[in-house]
């Protein structure tokens, strides 16, 4: 029999204790073995969690300290507070498993380093239910992986396509999401482009083991898409989503999370709704896709106690972040300015003669090249320019941007939205 | 340093030599361990291998003998002949690697128990470089798996989409398949469904522990599907796909392969060509869905690699077929004619008065209710009545086709196609 103790009953964590008790016979079945939820650390006692009939207490310690515990799950959410506890958690010789991106996305090297000889999983990190980390890890493990895009956030999934499919309006729909419970009262986590970049960095180390951190790489939301911009997309043949993308180019791979202009008829384009997908190319196999939900309580539970089962078969099977030992020729990071892409930009300007020119020169002195003009009336004193590029630095887009926005004839800082 | 003898070196096994040749930095990072092919077998010596670069015998116990290798690869294709071979690798105590879905669809549960304790891998035998096998196996653990549906044919699925997008005819197009080389001279393995029913089958015992072989179950082709269904299909919004599909349904479990019309926005529905992609819905995780590569030298070897990494990382960890023990409550196979579903006939009929209502009269003699009829011109002489049922069982769905088949002014046994 193996015993767990659950860190965290909120959505996922008591979602995990109902999974093992409702799935009890398949899931010995599979694992060969029992398991059972020993006992559980909650923050509020106060709260009445009967229903999930298991021994509850406020202190870490009662589970990280208890010797028939064999695998201790962390679901409480943070990033120091939780590193602590999983340490001491490996320390005492238990194996950990945790859905805690942002954890992960601090300290994933150090714990792999701590976790050489035991179990530390954590498929639940990235897209909740699908098994991501393990195709990656294992799946394509003969691979050179060429890239990776993903659709990883689900509420800016959900507002974008509804955006493109119903025409409504940012903010309306950024309240509807907050009504549905899709996106937080503070939504800047998601919208933002964080949790995004968050699971891209778990995915960067197990596909090149590139350690990074989110303040070292490129990360944009969705906040300044507009209609306007969804309409030029449709127009064009393209979708507009929130990707996360790792891209191996030579030794250096490119990191980055923005809004992006993808042609309709490619696989993640067609992900639509709070679902995920997460396309990934490996020189050998090709172009796979998976897709699944990304969140919610049962979803992500279900990747928890699959890691929990998986432990149960194997103890520890595989290295951590995929690497047993760091490959010769290693791969960096590439500067976020010298990431190259083309670029769709939209310029509010007041309508006045000449203003094209003068705009156009621009591109020129930033050795921009443009790929097609259109100008849109917005209302009686303005225009909207939408402008694509061919390929460029992200450095020279960024200065051609800081000087358009200068000019005396544009009205608000450029959008921009990168081309895939 | 892990020691690989590779049984047949065609189109899969001299890709498995180039990727572990190639990708060697990677893969030794990876599995911690150097992996190298000592040895080949082959049929016939005769044809040029020296690109190859590795010892090449005749004798397949030149590799089932060779006490240094460590894992056999068998790639010969077959079902007893790879059967006896396997056998004795595994009584020698080697892992074994394989691709071979056939020898699967038949000999999967003897050789689950010699591999007891002994690792036996067959990523690449369903779908060739999608992980699914792995997804199933471990990602999806924690689920009781209520579906399954796969396109795991990319000849049927080329051939579908291209009558679909380009109005091409079935002759015309397997033609223009077999010039391509995504179908055999013998195409009937491919469009009468069996490679789709091996894999199937190979899916459902991870799924649901469940015992069957191909004469067991439903496997229908895609050879009757003309242009007038696809026609149909488009005005009403569905696509025609073949499938492989695993359903729960109480203790019974249906398997059955055949051509299928789903609602064009469903994730199945948007696989195109020669890809395959594969459904699983479970019942905590929801829908999952898995796309890439189903054949193809590269594509199939990165998973037969895959495999040969994960034994290097870890030997045997978890039971070949899924199940450590079978579930109480075992599940069992549900009959063909107890399969129910909606369906879509055509019956070529004489153009001729009061035909309708004889053919709608025979529907309710056979309890079938009918959604919808449409009536198409097909020549000046005959008709084709297109019809559209509510729910009915297979059983009573045949009994009305030979009842219809029968009457005097039916020209051709009607084609049915099952909606889904
Ligand atoms: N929800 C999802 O869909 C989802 C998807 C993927 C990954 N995740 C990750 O899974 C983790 C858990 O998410 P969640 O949605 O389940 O969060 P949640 O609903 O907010 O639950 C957090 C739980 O942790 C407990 N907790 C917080 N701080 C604690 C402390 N210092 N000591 C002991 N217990 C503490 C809370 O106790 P009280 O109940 O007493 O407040 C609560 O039970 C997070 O890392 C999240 O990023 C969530
Ligand atoms: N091709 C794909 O895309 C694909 C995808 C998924 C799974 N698979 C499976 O992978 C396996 C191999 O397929 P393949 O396409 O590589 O086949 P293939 O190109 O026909 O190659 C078969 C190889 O096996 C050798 N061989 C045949 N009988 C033998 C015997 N009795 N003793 C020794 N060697 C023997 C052949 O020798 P000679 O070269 O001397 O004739 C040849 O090298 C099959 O089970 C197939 O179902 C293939």
């Known amino acids: 029999m193996i015993k767990v103790g659950i860190i965290g009953l909120g959505t996922v964590g008591s979602s995990v204790v109902n999974i093992l008790r409702e799935n009890a016979d398949v899931i010995s079945a599979r694992a060969g073995v029992e398991i059972v939820v020993k006992s559980g650390v909650v923050k509020n006692l106060n709260k009445d969690r009967t229903h999930l009939g298991i021994k509850i207490s406020d202190n870490v310690d009662d589970i990280l300290d208890d010797e028939e515990i064999d695998v201790v799950v962390e679901l409480m959410g943070g990033v120091e507070e939780p590193f602590e506890v999983v340490k001491k958690a490996l320390k005492n010789g238990k194996a950990v498993v945790t859905a805690n ?15 050489k000889d035991i179990a530390f999983e954590y498929e639940a990190s990235v897209a909740g239910g699908i098994p991501i980390i393990n195709a990656l ?13 993903g659709i990883m956030n689900g509420t800016c999934n959900y507002m974008l396509t509804k955006m493109t499919n119903d025409g409504v309006a940012y903010d309306t729909i950024l309240k509807e999401a907050q009504a549905l419970g899709y996106a937080e009262a503070d939504p800047t986590f998601d919208v933002g482009g964080f949790d995004t970049a968050h699971k891209l960095l778990i995915l960067a180390s197990i596909a090149y083991g590139i350690d990074a951190k989110p303040e070292d790489i490129l990360i944009e939301g969705i906040e ?39 042609k309709k008829d490619a696989m993640i384009a067609k992900i639509d709704g709070v679902m995920n997908a997460i396309s990934v190319v490996g020189d050998k196999v090709g172009e796979t896709l998976y897709y699944g939900a990304g969140a919610g309580g049962n979803a992500t539970a279900s990747a928890v106690v699959a890691n929990i089962i998986d432990i149960a078969r194997s103890g520890k099977s ?21 990431i190259e892409s083309k670029y769709y930009l939209r310029i509010n300007v007041s309508d006045k003669i000449g203003v094209l020119a003068r705009i156009t020169k621009i591109f020129e002195e930033n050795s921009i090249s443009i790929e097609a003009v ?47």
Chains 1, 2 share one sequence.
């Open 224 to 262: 300044n898409i507009s209609r306007d911009d969804i309409a030029f997309a449709k127009e064009f043949g393209y979708v507009i989503k929130l990707l996360g993308i790792a891209k191996k180019d030579k030794n250096e791979v490119e990191l980055r999370v923005h809004a992006s202009l993808i």
């Open 101 to 115: 991106k942002a954890l992960l996305a601090y300290h994933r090297y150090e714990l792999a380093d701590i976790a």
């Open 318 to 338: 595989k290295p951590m972040l995929g690497f047993d030992k760091p490959m010769e020729g290693k791969l960096t990071l590439k500067a976020a300015g010298d």
């Open 374 to 420: 259109l100008q849109r009336q917005s209302c009686t004193q303005s225009a909207n320019l939408l402008i694509s590029t061919h390929k460029a630095y992200e450095h020279d887009i960024q200065n051609l941007i800081s000087s358009i926005e200068k000019l005396e004839f544009v009205n608000s800082k450029p959008v921009m939205i990168r081309i895939v």
């Open 137 to 149: 890890r294992d799946g394509l493990s003969a691979n050179h992986i060429e890239s990776i895009m």
